[in-house]
């Protein structure tokens, strides 16, 4: 199975400043069709996952544009340019190009 | 609008069975592979297992740690994917949620899951 390794496992942040979490897998995640399947994901507290990002860098409707993604065949990067307030929750990296598909073990932002 | 409706969570003693359930909406259920997805309290997300959808032959694929005790079926009548577990452990705890997956190779829309206590 394919381990996705987040990092750091805890992000406090001061609003207004920028956020960045690590994301890499133990195999190459460029499928055989010519694109790379990682995803990333939002969990507010108490709330289901949201998806931000498929494809390392397409953002979902919705997704305000402080959040992107970027990476390329093991390591990713989740970027939030300027944190607000709303932005508090775990962030999940998860993989699909390789069955089973795999999760990081999540990175907890917060506020200073 | 997509709705995923997940229910059927409860307490259970371990060896014991529950079954789960799913009703979709918002989507072409039938053409959809299904996935359940777990989150054992204050911990990360665990992929369960996937069901292709029968044209594509229906098949399912289950997670090491519930291969042979959980079960994936669909009905898709009635938009319902289900989840069978028997021989419950007190690992097998979680809010279990399903999700389709997508043309992108993701999970883009996700219910509001069941809690499963499985405790003696």
């Known amino acids: 199975d394919v381990v996705m390794t987040q990092s750091p496992l805890s992000l406090p942040v001061t609003p207004g400043q920028p956020a960045s979490i690590s994301c890499r897998s133990s195999q190459s995640l460029l499928h055989s069709d010519g694109d790379t399947y990682l995803s990333w994901f939002q969990q507010r507290p108490g709330q289901s996952p949201r998806r931000l990002i498929y494809k390392v860098s397409n953002r979902d409707s919705g997704v305000p544009d402080r959040f992107s993604g970027s990476g390329s065949g093991t390591d990713f990067t989740l970027k939030i340019s300027r944190v607000e307030a709303e932005d508090v929750g775990v962030y999940y990296c998860m993989q699909g190009t390789h069955w089973p598909l795999t999760f990081g073990g999540g990175t907890k932002v917060e506020i200073k | 609008e997509v709705q995923l409706v997940e229910s059927g969570g409860g307490l259970v003693k371990p060896g014991g069975s529950l079954r789960l359930s799913c009703v979709a909406s918002?989507?072409?259920?039938?053409?959809?592979?299904m996935n359940w997805v777990r989150q054992a309290p204050g911990r990360g997300l665990e992929w369960v297992g996937r069901?292709?959808?029968?044209?594509?032959?229906?098949?399912?694929d289950y997670a090491a740690p519930v291969k042979g005790r959980f079960t994936m079926s669909r009905d898709d009548s009635k938009n319902t994917l289900y989840l069978q577990m028997n021989s419950l452990k007190t690992e097998d705890t979680a809010v279990y949620y399903c999700?389709?997956?997508?043309?992108?190779?993701?999970?883009?829309?996700w219910g509001q899951g069941t809690l499963v206590t499985v405790s003696s």
């Open positions: 918002g989507f072409t259920f039938s053409n959809a592979w």
């Open positions: 999700t389709p997956w997508t043309a992108v190779r993701s999970l883009d829309y």
């Open positions: 069901i292709k959808s029968k044209t594509d032959g229906g098949t399912t």
